[in-house]
């Protein structure tokens, strides 16, 4: 049985061939890779609040949109981006606009 497990070791190696396990470590791999991308670009996002400029930019470079962020991200911080940058544009401009005083 090891002779077995060790020639197919040896066949993948020189035909670099991968068997479903592999695919699927693979694609789980590579989600939790986007998952770990997507909740830092949202935890940035987040931290910068009320500077909706520099949001959307990061945002916009990193290709992380509202969909992507809501499958990916933290619930929590989820929830943050839905009340700063994701929040509707009167909701936002009220906040931006009760922080001046006059």
Do not use: W
């Not at 077995?4 to 479903?20: F, Q």
């Not at 990061?58 to 969909?67: H, N, Q």
């Amino acid at each position: 049985m090891d002779h077995i497990k060790s020639l197919s070791e040896d066949v993948k190696k020189n035909k670099n061939i991968e068997t479903p396990v592999d695919n699927l470590f693979n694609t789980q791999l590579e989600t939790a890779k986007k998952a770990g991308h997507v909740q830092g670009v949202c935890e940035c996002v987040a931290i910068l609040g009320d500077n909706y400029d520099l949001a959307k930019k990061l945002m916009t470079e990193t290709g992380v949109t509202k969909d992507i962020a809501k499958k990916y991200a933290n619930p929590e911080t989820y929830k943050a981006l839905e009340q700063g940058i994701f929040a509707p544009k009167q909701k936002q401009h009220l906040e931006q606009t009760q922080g001046v005083k006059r």
